[in-house]
């Protein structure tokens, strides 16, 4: 029996891959109040190439898929997160509102987004990021208090909409946005876990409605048809990732608690040069 290709050996390769990437992102949604999306999207996009899956739609399934994942993640690290009384409420009120109308925005520019200029432009914010926490300057930063009103908005809208756009929980850029305001890193890891809800439960939803077409557009790939998959969402590539992300996530919250300040800056420093480091060998090779 094969399915898209793939022979049994191959299948039970790839749900097991899976499986492991699953646990990853979880672990990393808890230390670092991520979604874990980019783990999960490289994964996924090997995964839906060797499924037959054209190139034009590829990456929006990845993105969909992995915005899917993130919702019961972020869901638990945010609670665990909460828990400690480690969530900044405050911003969360400034940004909910502005953070949906970014979703919905990436969700609708989608099919039509500049890739390769979000790409350079997560790369040098990441890359700036990682060098300030590796060489712990303090004095790189923005301002002293995290400004309120009509900048807190904006800057929302704008982590809303990069997020969309990449299948990220939003927590990488709520993450350097606070910290460059001087807020303190464990309060801005638990902060950015519940920015990963408000983006990826729209987030998912506006994926579906812009891959609803697909699958008339493609009936031979079987990847992209119900019940396997609904719109820019592949029910398949959930169902096996979630499991794991759920168990990993809440013993994440409690390594990033257990760290010192300088510690889980060196983590985080290190997990945004690898991922910045990503995007630059897709820039260069054009994939």
């Not at 002293?144 to 904006?154: A, F």
């Not at 439960?201 to 557009?217: D, M, N, Q, S, T």
Request: glycine letters at 12%.
């Amino acid at each position: 029996m094969a399915i898209a290709g793939l022979g049994v050996a191959e299948l039970v390769e790839l749900a097991l891959l899976l499986v492991f990437v699953g646990a990853l992102s979880g672990f990393l949604a808890g230390v670092f109040g991520i979604g874990g999306g980019a783990v999960l999207v490289p994964v996924f996009y090997e995964c839906f190439r060797l499924a037959g899956v054209p190139l034009e739609v590829r990456m929006p399934l990845c993105i969909g898929t992995s915005l899917a994942i993130i919702i019961p993640t972020s869901i638990a690290s945010f609670r665990a997160h909460y828990r400690r009384g480690a969530v900044d409420m405050d911003i969360l009120k400034l940004w909910w509102v502005p953070v949906v109308i970014g979703v919905i925005a990436g969700s609708l520019t989608a099919r039509v987004a500049p890739e390769k200029l979000f790409k350079i432009v997560f790369v040098c914010v990441a890359w700036s990021a990682a060098t300030r926490l590796f060489l712990a300057r303090d004095n790189w930063k923005f301002g002293d208090e995290v400004p309120t009103g009509l900048p807190m908005r904006i800057y929302g809208f704008f982590i809303g909409l990069l997020s969309t756009l990449m299948g990220v929980g939003g927590g990488l850029f709520a993450n350097l946005l606070m910290t460059f305001y001087g807020r303190p890193i464990h309060q801005a890891v638990a902060t950015s876990s519940a920015l990963a809800v408000l983006i990826s439960i729209p987030g998912a939803l506006g994926y579906v409605y812009a891959g609803w077409p697909a699958a008339a557009r493609f009936p031979e790939v079987a990847a992209l048809q119900p019940p396997f998959a609904l719109g820019y969402v592949s029910l398949i590539g959930a169902l096996v990732v979630m499991p794991t992300t759920l168990i990993t996530a809440p013993l994440g919250v409690r390594v990033a608690h257990a760290l010192s300040k300088r510690k889980l800056e060196i983590a985080f420093g290190s997990y945004l040069f690898i991922i910045g480091g990503r995007f630059v060998v897709s820039l260069l090779s054009g994939q």
